[in-house]
């Protein structure tokens, strides 16, 4: 296996659902997926092609939402990033998370953290913020605004 | 000066909180504890429980979960203590300060005596600091005799 054939096996699998391919270097490719058909690209790279699944990020782009699913060929070191855009007035994406439990937490992460709803998510509680944090302010969003008004924000210097 | 003052003084056992670090404040402390800079010079000792400490060495930005614990630790600790901030982190929140996670300063959240500045500071400087704290508070029991 080595890496033209790999990028061949993707494109012809997945050629309905891509929107772009991005070839960056020679261990980094983008390629650009539909939102509706992330669960089965996901399927595709892992369950079929045997790539290890990364970890997940999410990206506030201002005008709209960009999920990268990074996943990994070790062997020929390659590293695919699936790129979902999805747009601000309807932040919904089907969950990974029960086609492989390493993308439970950070959907957990990237819905509280940004607000992006994920369906049919196993066990979607908070990860990371404090119990008092109030529900539907999302703060690694680029519109957040400072909510604690007991927030000290000088150095007293 | 009070007997309780004066064991707390003699040998000082230090309590180690991270208040969410990057740990390169506490690879400091630890640092201290080593035979290099041996801080147990002093008398002071690393205590593995905060209920036999007399000093809470802070370290970290109090990101608003590790508050509670903070406030939850500092009630456990024996008084008289002594608290000291290590780090620009648990001074002033350095680069965290407009951070969504870090409200509020340590000194603002339990009262501070000696301040240690720096990213990180060097263990010579915790050691200093440490030192002239004990000092501080020698010369102050003294002087309200």
Redesign the interface.
């Given at each position: 296996m080595d890496r033209d054939l790999v990028l061949k096996e993707i494109r012809q699998k997945l050629k309905d659902d891509i929107l772009d391919v991005f070839d960056k270097s020679a261990k980094r490719v983008y390629i650009g997926i539909k939102p509706e058909s992330i669960r089965k690209a996901a399927q595709c790279l892992f369950k079929d092609m045997g790539a290890r699944f990364n970890i997940a990020s999410g990206v506030d782009v201002r005008d709209r939402m960009e999920i990268l699913y990074h996943f990994t060929f070790e062997d020929i070191n390659l590293l695919v990033s699936l790129r979902v855009t999805l747009p601000k007035d309807k932040l919904e994406i089907e969950s990974l998370a029960p086609l492989f439990e390493g993308a439970n937490w950070i959907e957990r992460e990237m819905n509280e953290l940004l607000g992006i709803t994920f369906k049919g998510h196993p066990d979607m509680r908070r990860l990371l913020l404090p119990e008092e944090w109030p529900q539907g302010v999302y703060p690694l969003r680029c519109d957040y605004k400072e909510w604690d008004k007991d927030a000290v924000r000088d150095r007293g210097v | 000066m009070s007997v309780k003052l004066k064991a707390l003084l003699k040998s000082p056992w230090v309590f180690h909180l991270s208040t969410g670090s990057c740990n390169n404040c506490d690879i400091e402390v630890l640092d201290c504890l080593t035979p290099r800079f041996d801080i147990e010079r002093f008398g002071m000792l690393l205590a593995g429980s905060i209920k036999h400490a007399d000093v809470l060495l802070v370290t970290g930005s109090c990101n608003?979960?590790s508050v509670a614990r903070l406030k939850r630790l500092y009630e456990q600790v024996p008084k008289p203590c002594l608290v000291v901030a290590i780090g620009e982190c648990s001074l002033?929140r350095g680069m965290f300060?407009?951070s969504?996670?870090c409200?509020?300063?340590l000194d603002?959240i339990i009262p501070v005596d000696v301040y240690i500045p720096g990213c990180p500071p060097k263990p010579e400087a915790i050691i200093a600091g440490v030192v002239k704290l004990i000092e501080r508070v020698q010369e102050k029991a003294a002087a309200k005799k």
């Open positions: - | 608003r979960k002033s300060i407009h969504y996670n409200p509020v300063p603002k």
